[in-house]
């Protein structure tokens, strides 16, 4: 039987903590040694040391939130396991928690509709494009980035506050889609001004990035086999946590 426990090797296993008493306006230091602690805890069972696997990192809350539970890949070499990260308080630890198994992720694609429409009124004003052709437009992009594949690489130009949602640049193929079949809707003087506006907010989180969703289940399995899922990044070299079995 497996006790399932994890500790998160760092340089600040020995650091101390403080208290105040206010009524005595003393410090008090309280001397900390959580992986001396760890290792007589869990003296009898056997240890591995496990890597975690680059990029596997999830969750469902922002990157600033203290609360949150988040969940990251791992593996001793030969098996890969998923560890569960959380803390109860502000005050306490993180703890971890080992399940065999793996993260599978979807992902979506999504149109930034009303930026774009805002955008292509506030850009394009002499003379306006009529706000029937804006539409029509934005409904193209549509149709064209339902018809992407979220298989092809996509190039990711900013991050949101949250690890589900990042911004991608539309590829040149998808561009020229758009354009061919703007045809219809627009004059020549205004399709170049669409061209030059897809072009100039097609970066970073402007409005015709498009939108990468994620969506996350944990698999369990008692044992899930390296090879078993291709991952497109390498292990890290760099040990951080172990494993503790009963």
Known sequence: MECNQVIHVTNYECSPQYHCDENLEEITEIPMDDMKHFMVKHK??????????????????????PLKVSYFEATNGKDRFVVKRWREDINTSLQYELIPGYIKT??????QYDEIRKQMSEEIKTPPIAETKIERFVQIVEKVVSQSSIEDKMEITAETDTPLISHCKMDTNSIRKILSLSGEIFDAEELKKVEQFIHRNNN???????????????????????????????????????RSNL
């Open 204 to 242: 970073y989180n402007e409005p015709m990035t498009l939108l990468l969703k994620r969506r996350f289940t944990i698999k369990r399995k008692r044992t899930t086999p390296l090879e078993s899922k291709k991952e497109p990044s390498s292990l890290l070299d760099e040990v951080v946590t172990q």
């Open 44 to 65: 009898h069972h056997k240890m591995e040391e496990l890597t975690i696997i680059k990029n596997s990192f999830i969750s469902e809350g922002r990157y600033g939130e």
């Open 106 to 111: 979807a992902f979506t694609l999504e149109v």
